[in-house]
């Protein structure tokens, strides 16, 4: 898939607090019609293939909005840092053009962007649990890039930061907060 012109990327996980790619503006940014879920497996990042992480994934929810933020490729950039992004998001993660609404000073203006979504039947997929058992599952896991429960804790500060409310994220950062403390950084 060949990039819009221009590029909008959305973020609304790890890229939102963590997006290690050359923009040109960033933006914060919604979908409408779209939710936040900790439905996806990582055996990458944030977990092992014997003990698998918990990261999010973009689920259809008619009356939701889902917050993140927006990144503006350089149009010369921007085929190679989607080429960079399809391997860090290997782990079940497809690019989707998506609907974005991009925060202004002044207004709020629409445009196409891309993202990375998980759709169920992925093989990573995890799908839908009880918010303990996700909890736990991310209590435990560790990978490459860090803690589980660090994923969820940086998510959770970065959306405050953003003055989004996401009762799953929080409901998960309370969750691992009450078992463990804060933080164990």
């Not at 050359?22 to 003990?51: I, L, N, Y």
């Not at 709020?108 to 990375?116: A, I, K, L, S």
């Amino acid at each position: 898939m060949a990039p819009p012109d221009p590029c909008w990327l959305f973020g609304y996980g790890s890229l939102i607090f963590r997006p290690a790619i050359p923009f040109v503006e960033r933006r914060p940014a919604r979908v409408r019609g779209w939710t936040r879920r900790f439905w996806q497996w990582s055996t990458d990042h944030r977990g092992e293939p014997w003990r698998p992480g918990r990261v999010v994934t973009l689920a259809p929810a008619p009356e939701d909005i889902c917050w993140g933020m927006a990144y503006l490729l350089d149009e010369a950039a921007a085929e190679a840092v989607l080429a960079d992004l399809d391997v860090r998001e290997r782990g079940g993660y497809v690019r989707t053009e998506i609907e974005l609404e991009l925060d202004g000073q002044r207004s709020t203006q629409r445009t196409m962007g891309v993202t990375y979504q998980a759709w169920p039947g992925n093989r990573n997929y995890a799908g839908p649990a009880p918010i303990a058992e996700i909890a736990a599952q991310i209590d435990k896991a560790t990978g490459p890039s860090g803690t589980n429960a660090d994923y969820v804790r940086d998510l959770h500060a970065a959306l405050e930061t953003l003055g989004a409310q996401d009762t799953h994220v929080a409901a998960l950062a309370a969750r691992l907060d009450a078992a463990t403390g804060p933080s164990r950084r």
